[in-house]
C-alpha cells in the first residue's frame, strides 16, 4: 500500500484517504434516505481491508454523528486506523480552554485517546486568533493527544502564518485541506500549492471527484433527479456537463487504457501531483473498493499534463 507522511515528520498514512462528510449528514448529503449507518459500516471495513485507513472528519459532520460512526467502527476493527478531525471557529468560542473542550468532545465520540490529524476547520477570527488556535494545538501535540496539526480552507498567506506561530512552538504545521480536483484547480493559480510546497506542508484534496461529477455516472437525463448539494451545483446542469464533454472523452480513453474507472483515474491524477492525498467520499462498499483502485499504478507525466490541458481553466 502506498503511504505518506503529513507534512515533514508527521503520522505516516495512506496516500489516499477516506472523507466522510457525508456519514451522518442529513442536511446536504440525504444520510438516512438514499443511505444509512449500515452503508458506512460497509464503507468503513471496506476501505480497511482494501488497505485504506485515513479517515478524516469534523465535529460539525451531523452535528458530531460522523465521528460518533467513525468511533464505533474503529471498535470494531482490529486494524490500526488513522483519524483526522476538525475544530469549527464559532463565534461564541471565545477562549482558549473552548479549543481544548471541543477537541476533548471530539476524542471521546471517537472512543480513542490520541488521533493522527486534528485541523481548523476555516480561517475564521473572532475573539480567538490564528496564533490563539496555532499555540493551543502545539500544546496539545506536546500532550499527546493529536498527532499533527492542520489547518483547512486556508489560502497561501493564512497557511504561512499559521506555519509561522506552529514553527515558533517547535511544531510544523502539517496538512492545508481545500477542495482540489480535475476541476477544481484554483490552489494552483491562488499561490496555495505553490506555498505548500515551500513550507512542506501536505495538501488534503477534498471533494476530489467533484462531488462525483468526475465519476461519469451523470447525465443530461440523471441529473434532473438529483438529491441534496448536487442540485444547486450549476456543473450538474446539462450546459455543465456539455462543457466537461472534452475532459471526460480523455478520461475514457485513460479508462480504457488501464482498465480502470473514470473515478480511478481522476484521484491517480492528483496523487501525481505530490505531496496530494485525495479524500473521496464513500457511502458504500462499492465506492470505497473503486476508490481504492486509484492506486497501485500511475499516468504517465504525458498523460498528468493532457488531462490538465483537457480539463476546464481553474
Known amino acids: 500500500m502506498q503511504t505518506i507522511k503529513l507534512g515533514s515528520n508527521g503520522p505516516t498514512v495512506t496516500a489516499l484517504g477516506v472523507g466522510t462528510w457525508a456519514w451522518g449528514d442529513t442536511l446536504f448529503w440525504a444520510y438516512g434516505k438514499d443511505f444509512g449507518a449500515k452503508d458506512v459500516a460497509e464503507a468503513f471495513q471496506a476501505s480497511v481491508d482494501a488497505g485504506i485507513t485515513f479517515f478524516d472528519t469534523a465535529e460539525v459532520y451531523g452535528f458530531g454523528e460522523s465521528e460518533r460512526l467513525i468511533g464505533q467502527f474503529c471498535k470494531q476493527t482490529s486494524q490500526p486506523v488513522q483519524i483526522a478531525t476538525k475544530y469549527f471557529p464559532l463565534p461564541w468560542r471565545w477562549q482558549?480552554?473552548?479549543?481544548?473542550?471541543?477537541?476533548?468532545?471530539?476524542?471521546?465520540?471517537l472512543q480513542t485517546e490520541q488521533i493522527s490529524?486534528?485541523?481548523?476547520?476555516?480561517?475564521l477570527e473572532f475573539l480567538l486568533k490564528t496564533k490563539d488556535f496555532m499555540e493551543v494545538l502545539a500544546e496539545e501535540v506536546k500532550k499527546g493527544r493529536i498527532q499533527s496539526v492542520g489547518v483547512s480552507n486556508y489560502s497561501a498567506?493564512?497557511?504561512a502564518l499559521a506555519h509561522q506561530y506552529l514553527a515558533e512552538k517547535?511544531?510544523?504545521?502539517?496538512?492545508n485541506q481545500v477542495p482540489y480536483s480535475l476541476l477544481t484547480r484554483q490552489i494552483e493559480q491562488n499561490g496555495t500549492l505553490e506555498k505548500a510546497r515551500q513550507l512542506g506542508v501536505t495538501i488534503l484534496a477534498y471533494s476530489p471527484l467533484a462531488q462525483g461529477l468526475l465519476t461519469g455516472k451523470y447525465t443530461p437525463e440523471s441529473v434532473k433527479t438529483l438529491q441534496g448539494?448536487?442540485?444547486?451545483?450549476?456543473?450538474?446542469?446539462?450546459k455543465g456537463l456539455q462543457k466537461l464533454e472534452p475532459l471526460f472523452s480523455t478520461l475514457k480513453d485513460l479508462s480504457?487504457?488501464?482498465?480502470?474507472?473514470?473515478?480511478q483515474v481522476s484521484l491517480?491524477?492528483?496523487?501525481a501531483q505530490g505531496n496530494i492525498i485525495p479524500i473521496p467520499g464513500a457511502k458504500n462498499a462499492n465506492q470505497a473498493k473503486q476508490n481504492a483502485g486509484a492506486l497501485g499504478w500511475s499516468l504517465t507525466p504525458e498523460e498528468v499534463e493532457l488531462l490538465r490541458l483537457k480539463a476546464p481553466k481553474a
Open 96 to 109: 482558549k480552554s473552548a479549543i481544548a473542550d471541543a477537541l476533548t468532545a471530539s476524542l471521546e465520540r
Open 170 to 175: 517547535g511544531i510544523p504545521l502539517a496538512v
Open 157 to 159: 498567506a493564512q497557511m
Open 117 to 123: 490529524l486534528y485541523q481548523i476547520h476555516w480561517p
Open 256 to 263: 480504457a487504457k488501464y482498465d480502470k474507472t473514470l473515478a
Open 268 to 271: 491517480n491524477w492528483l496523487v
Open 229 to 238: 448539494a448536487r442540485r444547486i451545483d450549476p456543473r450538474f446542469s446539462p
